[in-house]
């Protein structure tokens, strides 16, 4: 087993609607060191076209609340009061760092501060949007939500930005390409002033 100092760990999170997904497809296409991403394990039923393994580990609740117990998360809980549970696995950390990879995790606030807790060398990165307004329109844009859902996701993300002095870097994703490069940027400086542990 690695010892944290060893392994190199990056966080991003940020509000729903900040972007997080596309940013992530772009980082595995154009970082600058080897990363990959860490695939959560939740409780939801798989949508149309999701591979167990590949976007999910799909677990029953008692199998989840079995790992859980074990103590084999590094961070899990039930999100946006859905009823479903999501969380990231030791084990993924470790499969990462056995391909010589960074681990990527993109993973909520809550998770994000619990991982910094285990992990202080985290590379831990806030994505946001240049307003609420901005959070508000990318959301409804989606299309794919209540006006209830879509209320509670906007009292969610004004109190997740109050955690972003929490991390390390604040990216603003006003534009893609920069957004990108910004990150890109980052994690060349912290592999040039990296040492492993």
């Known amino acids: 087993m690695s010892t944290p100092s060893s392994l190199r760990v990056v966080v991003l999170s940020g509000p729903s609607g900040a972007g997080k997904t596309t940013i992530v497809g772009e980082l595995l296409a154009k970082s600058p060191v080897p990363l990959s991403l860490s695939i959560s394990a939740t409780t939801r039923p798989p949508r149309p076209g999701e591979q167990d393994g590949d976007h999910y580990h799909f677990l029953s609740p008692e199998e989840f609340q079995r790992r859980r117990e074990a103590g084999e998360f590094l961070e899990c809980a039930e999100v946006h009061k859905s009823g479903y549970w999501y969380g990231t696995l030791q084990s993924e950390i470790q499969r990462i760092h056995e391909l010589g990879s960074w681990a990527l995790l993109e993973i909520d606030v809550e998770g994000a501060l619990r991982v910094m807790e285990l992990y202080p060398q985290a590379i831990s990165i806030f994505l946001q949007t240049p307003s ?60 040039t002033g990296s040492h492993v542990g």
């Open 132 to 191: 609420m307004a901005e959070y508000e329109q990318r959301l409804r844009s989606r299309g794919s939500e209540s006006e209830e859902v879509l209320q509670r996701r906007l009292r969610t993300a004004e109190n997740e930005l109050k955690f972003a002095a929490s991390y390390r870097y604040c990216v603003v994703n006003d534009q893609l390409e920069r957004a990108v490069r910004e990150i890109c940027e980052i994690l060349s400086r912290e592999d």
